[in-house]
C-alpha cells in the first residue's frame, strides 16, 4: 500500500528566506507525486506534478520540487518565501492505475507559517 | 470556467440522521473522487468513479456511506445514521479521465458536522 510522510507538522519562516518541505513516500512502483497547497476556506490547488522524466519540477507561485529515487523523497522547495505563501502544504502519491482511476494518498501535511 | 462545486457549503445534523452531499464536477470530467478530511489530517480517498460507474469503492469506511453518479455528471454522497465521528470535510474533486497524469481538481469541500 502506498504512504506518505511529511515529518514537519508545522515551520515558521521568514519573509524573503528559503523554504524546504520534506516529503517521503512508500510504493512499489514508480509513483505519481504532487504538491498541494491549502488556504483556509479554500480547496486544494496543485502546485506540481511528478511523473517521468526530469526529476526537477517547476511548478506554480515559484515552487520546484525534486524527486530522489534513492531516497524516496519529492521536497518541495522555494527560494523566497512570500507572506501570502502561508498555508498548509499537503504531498501526495497517487497509483495511476490504467484505467483504475488515480486514487491520492496525502500526507498529514505541514503548516506553514510566515514571520514579516 | 466553472470549477468543482459542492453543496452544501456547511451541514449540521443529529446524531443518527441521513444526510446527502452534493457534487457537480468540471463539465466534460469523466473521472469523480470523493474523499473525507478530518481535523489535522490529509485527505483519506473514499470512492472513485469513472463516468457511472463506483470503479474503486476501497475507501468507503462501512456501509453506511454510499455514493452515486447516475448520468455521470453530479455526484451525491449518501451518509445514514451519521456517527459523530462522521464530523469532517468532504471533498470532491474531479479529472479529465481516470488516468495518472491528469490533474484532480479539488472543490472546497462541505464541513459536515454531526451533533
Known amino acids: 500500500a502506498q504512504s506518505v510522510t511529511q515529518p514537519d507538522i508545522h515551520i515558521t519562516v521568514s519573509e524573503g528566506a528559503s523554504l524546504e518541505l520534506r516529503c517521503n513516500y512508500s510504493?512499489?512502483?514508480?509513483?505519481?507525486l504532487f504538491w498541494y497547497v491549502q488556504s483556509p476556506g479554500q480547496g486544494l490547488q496543485l502546485l506540481l506534478k511528478?511523473?517521468?522524466?526530469?526529476?526537477l519540477v517547476q511548478g506554480i507561485k515559484g515552487f520546484e520540487a525534486e524527486f530522489k529515487r534513492s531516497q524516496s523523497s519529492f521536497n518541495l522547495r522555494k527560494p523566497s518565501v512570500h507572506w501570502s505563501d502561508a498555508a498548509e502544504y499537503f504531498c501526495?502519491?497517487?497509483?495511476?492505475?490504467?484505467?483504475?482511476?488515480?486514487?491520492?494518498?496525502f500526507g498529514t501535511g505541514t503548516q506553514l507559517k510566515v514571520e514579516l | 470556467g466553472a470549477g468543482v462545486s459542492q453543496t452544501p457549503s456547511n451541514k449540521v445534523t443529529e446524531k443518527g440522521k441521513y444526510v446527502e452531499l452534493r457534487c457537480d464536477p468540471i463539465s466534460g470530467h469523466t473521472a469523480l473522487y470523493w474523499y473525507r478530511q478530518s481535523l489535522g489530517q490529509g485527505p483519506e480517498f473514499l470512492i472513485y468513479?469513472?463516468?457511472?460507474?463506483?470503479?474503486?469503492d476501497s475507501g468507503l469506511p462501512n456501509d453506511r456511506f454510499f455514493a452515486v453518479r447516475p448520468e455521470g455528471s453530479v455526484s451525491t454522497l449518501k451518509i445514514q445514521r451519521t456517527e459523530r465521528g462522521d464530523s469532517a470535510v468532504y471533498l470532491c474533486?474531479?479529472?479529465?479521465?481516470?488516468?495518472?497524469?491528469?490533474?484532480?481538481?479539488f472543490g472546497p469541500g462541505t464541513r459536515l458536522t454531526v451533533t
Open positions: 474533486a474531479s479529472s479529465l479521465n481516470g488516468r495518472g497524469n491528469y490533474e484532480q481538481y
Open positions: 510504493y512499489g512502483a514508480t509513483p505519481y
Open positions: 468513479f469513472q463516468g457511472t460507474g463506483a470503479a474503486d
Open positions: 501526495a502519491v497517487g497509483a495511476g492505475v490504467t484505467g483504475g482511476g488515480n486514487k491520492l494518498t
Open positions: 511528478y511523473f517521468s522524466g526530469d526529476t
